[in-house]
């Protein structure tokens, strides 16, 4: 148990915690920035000595880190002018002030969608950063408070300094049917839990955070819309990923053991993967510097709202992992000698169909972006409410077609251990070798691509998350039909029909 | 049979040819424009005499006077201003010289459509002189012809004389085992049939020519890629509706015969229609004035492609027609009763998903264009593709549940005059009682607008010409198929799987 | 107004209804049967005066019509042998012995769809007399009434007069948030209206009903579930077609003005067609030897129930109506000269499997009958939804893609009389001509009928009635909820889980 | 190198073979018969010493050991009354003399799919036990051979001793356009190396066999249609499991390795699990009593043909993991709290629809089953192509379903040994909590199993065997293809349209 004393020992000051940083500039200062962090991250039930090199976490570390480094190989696409700090930051700081700004960000997200072929967990982050832009200005609107200013603080900083920011959003939510301050137990919706004068504290849980431990800071906020008595749980503030009272615990993945296992050719894709933690802050210190809203809880729900418009035009990125498995699925057809047959030029030509209609509804909705009040761009919510509820679906059609033309080798090959083993190596080289010039390695390794991206790690990514990340396919549902201004619709109907007031006055 | 005197005769100057129109400016001139011209339309067997007043007819003329209704009504919209002639044109004869302005042709698309809830046909033609700009140019660029020239004289006077064109692409094609030069009968693709010092004449038919009779000036062009062998195929023109040697025939539609009764229910859509007719070119004069390409068949295939790109986008009309869907079907469950049925509520929000993903591809599309050596814009060919392909499917799903919301009613409603009989009108306004406060009437108009969208005469253009207009389903496959890259996309698979060109060689 | 002295006379004994019957044999029987009843029906405003002659009407009573031609040329399938009488018996007035017997029916309904290619409209019938069959038994166990005598003897003189009866069930409804007896007008459900020592007397409507006016006898029933306040509207009863007191009113049909037209060519299938009408009751009486409930409003919900079950996999008509669109979408691409693609070979491919599937839930369902208690089967409810609900489906699925190899030409075609006009019908056979060896009018004939299918007169049937028919979508979805069985689902899940009722206790 | 002599050792006789058995009984008897037995099995590029108690394997084992706890349990389902032995037989060793028998080995699948919520790897032996009935029988009559006897011969020993034969069919196939006698390599399908007096030799290898290792005895036969060149690739032949000359190499599959973690929450379902092999033949010895086939090469595509019959709707079985899928996804949603919403009630709907439609075409395909010549009956083909058809798709409709009403929790969850730590367990407990009355355990594990379903180890058999089993999706198209009888269609569509024979002869 806690007491006061020893909460006075986290009063750390805002100054004090960016101490801890240095500009990272290159991807290998990016795994450099996770080294020697007194964390306490939790896996199969035991603390991890080093995250870095543990070769479960690696590979989602690997995934952030190509955002690092795309921001070198391609300057143009990756990095962006800021007015900030007067120079050019990594895209997923920028502040997007137009709305080709926005679709930028989407291509650079289908490009390293392409890199990685899984969750590269910088997006909510960068999500966070934009509507925090306009909520926080127009708090200080309403109240005369000076979030705003807090804000652009911080963010010169956060650009300066090149960190990941986390989203932490989902609150773990209880009973569903109860609202915050109604739950038998008040953590179950992170809450503040005191203020002093230097800052407040901080309690609850962030689930499904999407690269967990993999971000420099934590930004926390409210996950729904909350009433006046859910006053102290209107909150949201910025914590580095080291603050005393946190614990992360990593969640499991389908396949995630093959990551221990020695070779890469089971793994699929070895390089990279997802990373999704369970955040637990225990009386949590932020100082009010770091404090963006406490206790304006009208501005929850609008705050949510333009963050999921936001997020849901962000799952763009499917389509880079889209990219991937069609061609993945295309080379396991001309491997298996049989590219030319129609119905697998169709189904690439299906694959490709769905990905694009994906692709379109991203961009179509960033490129209709609007500004706020606060000047920066927001992009249309129907659309990206349109494109999340497309992702929930097509992204499980690609992945079937994609077993469709892989053949069930797929899920009945032999372990690369006995393709290297004397005795069934060279049966194994002889019995699944299908076009001649291909090698049975090469065939093996596109099937666990595949397999990797269905049924495996990656398909966490691909399919699950794609199902319930920026909020689950009925979220989405709910949001269209209230913004699906059907009153104007049926005028248009009855217009058309005969039917107008006038009529219906005259004719009852 | 012609003989060469009559044909003689036919050799209009294309400045006598453009004497006969004067400046269009509002919707009633545009119906004017149609009247005491001289030209053979048959329906139903015979000559029309009249068919500005025809009750069939009608219907389609008045959807596209909505088009020039709405440049006066929301010039904004509907009107753009032209270097051309330095002042606002209607943006169907517009020259697109930006993304922004292809996107604005797509928000009047859509406006149009839920204003007429029909084809409003005008919108191949524009589609077709967006094309002309460029491959004129190109065209001239090669072998030195003056054709661009030519194109920018007569759209200089299209937009000062507002005229529609009407886009004459689509040969009947007879066997289509065959090249069009090796046809039984030339005449199944158009083609030139003599050449003098004035001009040249074609012959051959048009088919499914959308506002055929209702337009001013048909622009002929050819409907694939051509060969050498097919030079006298290789032909664009532009040819007033009234030239001598064209015979109109008007394609009959589902429900038609109901313009002709008394009463405006059971029409579903009394005011607006579509209309297709198969255009017959029986040596037609064409003044080299007005011939834009005559024997470079190599521009053939590209031309299509740029058109189809253009046309295939345009089909974002569809989501107005969409959006007078989903308001006939919510107001018929408001008239019903069951507007708070979850199901019902779902069904609504299903059919907006599907009708904004269409919207979505296509102005992704046009977001994405591109200028051309011309200076004029493109969009983007492969989210073109898709926005069409889309199309081929999603209005079939909304129809089906907008009949799924209707009720059986829709298909087993007595006539127009039952309810107007004095024994069975009581009986209905008895028993046809839906919620109490609508008149039944209202329940029936609405009933017929959703028989006609998705059963009845505007079905035609919502759901058949959706899948057929501007290239069937595999037109688009092809299409999509071959511009996908998927040599790129195995690159990215490969990449990941550690299959590497080198990794292959030295493994083999 | 009627008096009591109108009513009295229309107490017809039971006896003196059936006198006016003669045994039906042949088809032409059938017809006349038809002729020369004193009936009031309704058409486009006007009292039908020879409705046999009727060129809409018509169509639908060839329809009923094969009913009794396929008796004759194939009574092994549209035949049974009957207990009841003593010989075979139209297999549409058998009463069912075994699944044997109804897997026989559904056989029997596609072979009828596939001569009709439309609504047969006998199927309500055979699936009323079947329910009403362990209804009436039941009702006598619990009241000691006699329904199941007067029953038999009913069905004893049907089966002699081989007649077709008609099913009234569905009731207008009004509002639809209200039960039977809280409407505002009472007569929005039949009900009761007076009761003599010969009979009772009914008022109300019952709309859509299918074949309405081409019965002999209609069957009045309950449409719902009833409480004990609507005691009066529980009445099932029998009522000839020409009983007094009855109006007709024929509901329109999409292109139903084609009827009217001379020529067969654009009627796409000229012998037949469906019907539904609104039939309306206005104090119609029932002698007491025709009446099978009156007030045992308990058994309303059961016999809804099961009459859907029976009625929900009739809906295997659909697959021979399926056959014909199958068969004429092949014909048409083998016209087009397009058979061998591999793409069109593939939608043939497609719409078989799903027309396949839809006939499999309907001949499991029956396959799995079982006994009531009466010793008539019944079919296996879960499957005659799960059957009807893809009824609700598949059918539109298979109409798109029936347009979609069909080509655009079939919504854009000129009409019979144009291509029997002396200038057009030369230019029409010379330009519309496909593969050389077809002639023009055969490929015409192929795209009217699936014009007819998919748009025109019988896609009413194929489609909307595929919908909405025997219940709306939503209620088979209910249907399903009501009976899926999901607590045992859940014990398996929880057993395989390792989550036991035991467990479960333990470790709270 | 073998060498003769060493070839020579292997002729064992077929009662030698046979001697190493002992009548089965019980589900325990099962696991003794695989103790012991002298094969290489690799797993991980190592032989396993002692495949029964290895954690990966003994899942798979378990699941045929359901086949005989089930007999045991209920026998009505799971035995049939042989006439061969006189006695009551395990269900999958009895040779279908009805229609009614095909049903219940579908019911009996259908069972054991909701018991062990797996493949439970004996249906292909049953088919293929099925199969040899009939084809043994009219080579026989062709050839005047003995294959029929002795394949009674080895029933009646089969039946007594209550073994189980696993289906070894698909042969490598390597270059995919070549012929089996045109490869480079002849051992990539099977073929006789060498005959002798006793018996013959084969060599080459089977994959993706289901249960491979866990069965007692391999019958081998072609995979495809053969050719005169082809003769010694037809052959068929039973092979105890450890003839001398076999090598299995265990297929891997998604999420093998949490087989072999302590704890059974992670696994899913613990318990069950499926198994496939691939089974290298180097000149393995069959004596002449247990060949039955040899060189009858015209045989093949019909024995394949039929074989496909029996084995496609087989895939009923899913329908028992359907519901299993159905209880975990309601469980969970009644775990969360959501069980009343809703779109939550109408997704599990759905789930059920798509769960009965494929379970309709299995047992109509059943039901409808014919006999054979050789007294034998086989189902349907169309419909058993058109249920395996289905099973390509619904599976992973219901599996999307399921991940959508579970939560996104289940990809995020920590390990079993995250809630075991005293650290994070609490945590977990107290953040992880949905409804009060629901230990946070039990969420998991039906999470756990949600996962196992369709990610994890039994989504290899729930979707991806689903897909490919029993022949890819195109297979089963080419087949529909074949049998659809689109003449006969083509000719009722003709019949309507009014295009007869006779009136083509005369219009053209």
Not at 194 to 223: E, Q
């Amino acid at each position: 148990m806690l007491v006061t004393s020893d909460l006075r020992e986290r009063e750390e000051t805002a100054s004090a915690r960016w101490s801890r940083f240095h500009p990272i500039v290159t991807g290998e200062d990016y795994l450099d920035s996770l080294r020697n962090r007194d964390i306490d991250l939790y896996l199969f039930g035991e603390l991890v000595e080093n995250p870095v090199d543990h070769p479960i976490i690696r590979p989602s570390m690997n995934a952030l880190k190509a955002t690092y480094d795309l921001a070198t190989e391609d300057p143009e696409l990756a990095t962006a002018e800021s007015p900030l700090i007067g120079r050019r930051v990594n895209r997923f700081l920028h502040l997007v002030e137009s709305a080709q700004d926005i679709v930028m960000k989407n291509r650079m997200q289908r490009r390293l969608g392409q890199i990685t072929g899984t969750c590269f967990q910088r997006c909510a982050g960068l999500d966070t950063i934009s509507v925090l832009h306009s909520i926080t200005y127009e708090i200080d609107q309403k109240h005369g408070t000076s979030y705003h200013d807090r804000y652009i603080e911080f963010m010169k900083l956060a650009q300066a300094n090149n960190i990941i920011i986390g989203a932490g959003m989902t609150d773990p939510k209880g009973d569903r049917s109860k609202r915050p301050s109604e739950q038998d137990d008040p953590d179950l919706f992170m809450h503040v839990t005191r203020r002093t004068d230097t800052g407040l504290y901080v309690t609850g849980a962030k689930a499904h955070m999407t690269g967990g431990f993999n971000s420099h800071w934590i930004c926390v906020m409210p996950t729904m819309n909350l009433s006046e008595t859910d006053r102290d749980y209107a909150v949201v503030g910025l914590v580095p990923a080291d603050a005393a009272g946190l614990t992360y615990i990593y969640g499991r993945q389908s396949c995630d053991m093959r990551a221990m296992e020695s070779g890469d050719v089971d793994k699929g894709n070895a390089k990279f993967g997802g990373q999704e933690a369970l955040v637990v802050f225990d009386n949590v210190f932020i100082p009010w510097e770091h404090v963006l809203m406490d206790g304006e809880y009208e501005f929850a729900q609008e705050m949510v709202a333009r963050f999921t418009a936001y997020h849901r035009a962000s799952y763009v990125c499917k389509t880079g992992l889209g990219d991937v498995l069609i061609g993945a699925a295309a080379t396991v057809a001309e491997y298996n000698g049989v590219e030319n047959a129609s119905h697998i030029k169709d189904k690439l030509v299906e694959m490709t169909h769905l990905n694009e209609t994906i692709y379109s509804s991203a961009i179509a909705s960033s490129y209709e972006a609007k500004p706020l009040a606060s000047g920066i761009y927001m992009n249309d919510a129907m659309l990206a409410n349109v494109c999340k509820q497309n992702v929930t679906r097509f992204p499980y059609e690609l992945s079937r077609l994609a077993q469709d033309i892989a053949g069930g080798l797929m899920v009945t090959l032999p372990s690369q251990q006995d393709f290297e083993n004397e005795v069934t190596g060279p049966l194994l080289k002889k019995y699944l070798k299908g076009r001649s010039n291909v090698p049975v390695e090469h065939r093996a390794r596109l099937l666990r691509l595949i397999e990797n991206m269905t049924l495996g790690r990656n398909a966490v990514g691909y399919l699950t998350e794609s199902m319930h990340g920026a909020g689950s396919p009925q979220a989405q549902r709910i949001h269209i039909h209230r913004i699906m201004n059907i009153e104007k619709k049926k005028g248009y109907a009855k217009g058309l029909a005969g039917v107008s007031a006038h009529a219906s006055a005259e004719k009852k």
